[in-house]
């Protein structure tokens, strides 16, 4: 779970190093390569409140957190025909420990951006959605890191039913190759390939030993993409679709694996942001196919629904975000449904220091298709957050 929280803030990791890329400083050179650092440390005061304390989900419901940092280091150079290559790694930081959340190598230049490693995929990247309305960690993308007992109770995997970025759970930063072209017209194309999920660094007998966990994998996972960046007056649009597709892995053969033979993947996502004024205005559909749906079986994989809203004004910004995702589980069952709310404040203090405060509500019905409530179908949280930045 520790390491779906990690995947539920990749994209928003990913546009905090983009942001801060022009204050990133150069720690050391050498003759091959030049070298810059950046990252970020999260620490939160949080109330959460889940029905199924009783069961010890959560404890006291109240606690002090650092629940992620980050530091990316990045070793770039030029040929002398203008080609930029090198690598980066992303080393998240967890109380406990250290850990490389992402390792990858690129080669960019005027036919665009290659990029070979442990990374998100295209699809991931480039898309767009709600949670571009989104300055605080209400949103659409997780955030909160720590209502994942809204996730794990009751056995129901409802991460592609409460955020944005479902890739995160079907391919994540598996050893992937992925190309993103240059910007024309202010359209952008990608497209990117993972043999199998869950497989990171030198790791076959881990992406084995997790797939006999989670009973399936997918394999030969492939997606393409494109979106439109453009102005119109002081109004400016943003959009994206992407199509993500593979084979499904069976496990019978792997140690403690079930055999569970799945259906193919198709997974469709949409998405759009408009900003005008201070106010940016966005919102995400998501159409999951099959996904998680075992062979010749019924139900399917569910639809994810969300759209945000934020004013920024000085150093202050609002915002606000309500999805919903549904899915059915087979056709004696009733569709279960996602409810989530959340509104939040960020003030910036200083450059690279933000606090901010969030109040996010979470809500279930008809678990797994069953009409009785179970642990965990509630959830709240108030989160006050301190971040710095580098």
């Known amino acids: 779970m520790k390491k779906m929280l990690m995947a539920s803030t990749a994209i928003a990791g990913a546009s905090l190093f983009a942001a801060s890329a022009a204050t990133a400083g150069t720690v050391g050179t050498k003759d091959t390569m030049n070298v810059s650092m950046s990252g970020y440390h999260v620490f939160q005061m949080r109330q959460i409140d889940v029905d199924a304390r009783e069961n010890n989900v959560i404890g006291r419901g109240y606690s002090f957190q650092s629940p992620e940092g980050e530091i ?9 025909g203008g080609i930029t290559y090198g690598f980066y790694v992303e080393m998240g930081l967890e109380g406990a420990g250290i ?6 190598g690129y080669i960019k230049g005027d036919f665009g951006t290659l990029t070979f490693g442990n990374d998100d995929g295209a699809a991931n990247v480039m898309q767009i959605g709600a949670y571009n309305a989104n300055g605080t960690y209400q949103g659409t993308l997780g955030g909160t890191f720590g209502l994942a007992a809204f996730e ?4 129901a995997s409802d991460h592609h039913l409460i955020r944005d970025d479902v890739e995160q759970v079907i391919y994540g930063d598996g050893n992937k190759i992925r190309y993103i072209s240059p910007r024309f017209s202010g359209f952008q194309i990608g497209a990117s390939w993972t043999p199998e999920t869950q497989s990171e660094g030198d790791s076959m007998n881990d992406a084995n030993g997790n797939m006999a966990a989670q009973g399936f994998a ?3 996972v492939g997606d ?4 439109y960046v453009g102005e119109f007056g002081d109004v400016g649009v943003k959009a994206s679709a992407a199509y993500i597709f593979s084979d499904d892995q069976e496990t019978s053969g792997l140690a403690g694996g079930n055999g569970i033979a799945m259906e193919d993947l198709g997974l469709t996502k949409l998405g759009v942001s408009v900003s005008t004024a201070g106010f940016t205005v966005a919102a995400s559909y998501n159409h999951n196919g099959d996904f998680g ?3 010749n079986g019924l139900g399917d994989g569910g ?8 004013y920024q004004m000085g150093p202050w910004t609002f915002n606000a975000s309500a999805a919903r995702g549904k899915q059915k589980f087979g056709e004696a069952l009733l569709e279960q449904t996602n409810n989530r709310f959340g509104i939040g404040a960020k003030y910036a203090v200083a450059p690279g220091w933000d606090i901010m405060a969030d109040y996010l509500d979470l809500s279930r019905e008809n678990n797994n298709g069953a009409a009785t409530p179970a642990d965990g179908d509630d959830a709240s949280a108030f989160i006050f957050s301190n971040k710095f930045t580098f």
Do not use: F, H, P, Q
Not at 72 to 78: E, F, V
Not at 99 to 104: C, G, K, R, T, V
């Open 72 to 80: 990316k280091i990045d070793a770039n150079a030029k040929t002398d």
């Open 99 to 104: 850990s490389s959340d992402e390792l990858a």
């Open 152 to 155: 794990g109770t009751a056995g």
């Open 218 to 220: 997918y394999e030969n």
């Open 224 to 227: 393409i993409a494109v979106n």
């Open 293 to 295: 749906v075992a062979r």
């Open 303 to 310: 639809r994810w629904m969300g759209i945000g809203a934020m």
